[in-house]
C-alpha cells in the first residue's frame, strides 16, 4: 500500500534476550498494545519506522497529484472540497511523522532522506493527473484503495501508529466521497464528459490495484508482520476486497473497468481480475514512473522556498527566549 | 538525485491537549513541532480542530513532560490489584438492605 516498498525481511536478532522476545510476543498474542517506551525488539521498531515513513512521505507526496487541480477546479464547490482533501492529506502526513519520532526517528531526517530520493513512497504518486476526471478517480479509488489498508491498522499492534490511523481513517471517508460524486457528475453528463471519466478510470484502475503491493507469492516481509499484528491481511486479501467493493460502483456509474478477463466467481462471488502489470510496479517504485523525479523536485522546491520560513520563526523565538531570559 | 542537502535543523516537538465539550477534561491527542508557544497553537488548531472537534488548546513542550517509566510497571501498578479491599465489590451487604 502505501508502504508497498518494503522488502528486507527483519533479522531476528540472537543477541537480544530471548525471554524479553517470548514476553513480547505475549503480549502481542493476548492483543495487548505496544506504546512508545516499551520494551521491543530492534527489528520492530526498524520494521515500524520504515512502514510509517513511508506511509507518511505517501501523504506528503500525495497533495502534489491533486494539489495540481486546485487552481483549475471547476466550481467553487469543487475547488473548496479538493483544498480541504489535500490539506487532510497533509495532516495524515503530520499524524504519521509524529507516530515514527515515538520510535526514536526525527521527523527532519525523515523529510531530509525523502528529498535525497533514499526513502521509498507510494507508486501511484507518480503518475500524472492529466484531465479534472483524474482527481474524481483518486478519490474513488485511491482513497478508496488507502481505506481498505488503513482501516485494520488502525488494530495494528503499535499503539501511536494505530491511534493516527483512527484519526486517520476519520477523515478519509469525505474523500472517496467526493472523488464518487466527481466520477458520478462526469459520467452522467455529456458524452465528453463520460468519455473523459472512462479514460480517467482507464489510467488509474491498474495503479490502484498495484497500490496494495506485490502478490502474497512474492511479499517477503509479510509473514514477520503479521506475527507482530502490524499486519492483519495480506496484499491479495486487501486486493480482492478492494475490486469486490469497486466493481458495482463502476457498473452503477455505467464505466467499464478496462480488464477484459474480469467476472465473477460463481461459487465465491468474488470478482477475478486479470493479469498485472508487475513489472511496471517494479519500475515506478525503482523510480523509473512517469513523474518521479517531478515529485522529489516539487517537495525540494517547497521545502527551500519555505527555509525562510523556518529560519524567521527560529529567530523569533531565539530573541523572545533572551528577552525573557534578560 | 541523492544530492546531499544541508540536515533541516530540529524544530521543538509539543504535545497537544484538546477539550471537545465544556465539562470534558482536556485529552492527549499528539504532538508537533513549532518554534514557539503561539506557533504551536495555531498549528494545533490547524491540525487537529478543522472538523469541531475542540473548544480549547493546551501545548506543552515535550521535554516538560515526566513519565513513570514502563519498566517499573510492575512495581508501581500491580499492587493495586492485591488491594480488594478498596473496591466496594469486596463488602458483603444483605440483599434486604438493599443498594448501597
Ligand atoms: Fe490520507
Ligand atoms: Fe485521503
Excluded at chain 1, 21 to 26: C, H, R, S
Excluded at chain 1, 115 to 127: L, T
Excluded at chain 1, 155 to 177: D, L, N, T, W
Excluded at chain 2, 92 to 100: L, S, Y
Aim: glycine share 6%; aromatic share 8%; net charge neutral.
Amino acid at each position: 500500500m502505501y508502504t508497498q516498498a518494503l522488502n528486507d525481511l527483519p533479522t531476528p536478532h540472537n543477541l537480544e534476550d530471548a525471554e524479553k522476545m517470548a514476553n513480547f510476543q505475549t503480549r502481542i498474542d493476548s492483543e495487548d498494545r505496544i506504546e512508545a517506551n516499551d520494551w521491543m525488539p530492534e527489528a520492530y521498531r526498524r520494521t515500524l519506522v520504515r512502514q510509517i515513513s513511508q506511509h507518511a512521505h505517501s501523504e506528503i507526496i500525495g497533495q502534489l497529484p491533486e494539489g495540481a487541480w486546485i487552481t483549475r477546479a471547476p466550481s467553487l464547490r469543487r475547488k473548496a472540497a479538493l483544498l480541504a482533501k489535500v490539506q487532510d492529506e497533509c495532516g495524515h502526513g503530520l499524524y504519521l511523522y509524529a507516530a515514527a519520532e515515538t520510535l526514536n526517528a526525527s521527523r527532519e531526517a525523515l523529510m531530509d532522506q525523502l528529498m535525497e530520493g533514499k526513502a521509498k513512497y507510494s507508486s501511484i504518486f507518480n503518475y500524472p493527473t492529466m484531465t479534472w476526471a483524474d482527481i474524481g478517480a483518486i478519490g474513488w479509488l485511491v482513497d478508496g484503495a488507502a481505506i481498505m489498508n488503513q482501516i485494520p491498522l488502525c488494530r495494528c499492534s503499535y499503539g501511536p501508529y494505530a491511534r493516527a490511523m483512527i484519526r486517520v481513517c476519520k477523515e478519509e471517508s469525505f474523500h472517496q466521497r467526493q472523488g464518487f460524486e466527481i466520477m458520478m457528475t462526469l459520467a452522467k453528463g455529456s458524452a465528453r464528459q463520460k468519455a473523459m471519466a472512462q479514460d480517467a478510470l482507464n489510467r488509474w484502475w491498474w495503479p490502484s490495484l498495484m497500490m496494495f503491493g506485490p502478490p502474497d507469492t512474492d511479499s517477503q516481509h509479510s509473514d514477520q508482520s503479521t506475527r507482530w499484528k502490524i499486519k492483519r491481511f495480506s496484499n491479495d486479501e486487501l486486493r480482492q476486497k478492494f475490486v469486490d467493493a469497486t466493481v458495482p460502483q463502476a457498473q452503477f456509474l455505467g464505466l467499464t473497468l478496462p480488464d477484459p478477463d474480469l467476472r465473477q466467481d460463481e461459487v465465491t462471488g468474488n470478482w477475478m481480475y486479470g493479469e498485472i502489470d508487475w513489472e511496471e510496479f517494479k519500475q515506478v517504485i525503482a523510480g523509473n514512473g512517469p513523474c518521479n523525479q517531478d515529485r522529489l523536485a516539487s517537495r525540494r522546491k517547497a521545502h527551500e522556498e519555505g527555509a525562510w520560513v523556518r529560519e524567521a520563526a527560529a529567530a523569533y523565538a531565539a530573541r523572545q527566549a533572551s528577552r525573557h531570559a534578560a | 538525485m541523492n544530492k546531499t542537502l544541508k540536515a533541516t535543523p530540529p524544530v521543538q516537538l509539543w504535545e497537544v491537549f484538546i477539550r471537545s465539550r465544556s465539562g470534558l477534561a482536556h485529552k492527549h491527542v499528539g504532538s508537533l513541532h513549532a518554534e514557539d508557544a503561539e506557533l504551536a497553537l495555531q498549528a494545533a488548531r490547524n491540525l487537529f480542530t478543522r472538523r469541531g472537534e475542540g473548544l480549547s488548546i493546551w501545548v506543552v513542550p515535550s521535554h516538560l513532560i515526566v513519565a513513570s517509566d514502563p519498566s517499573e510497571k510492575g512495581m508501581l501498578f500491580e499492587p493495586a490489584l492485591s488491594k480488594a479491599y478498596r473496591h466496594p465489590t469486596f463488602y458483603n451487604v444483605p440483599e434486604e438492605v438493599g443498594h448501597m
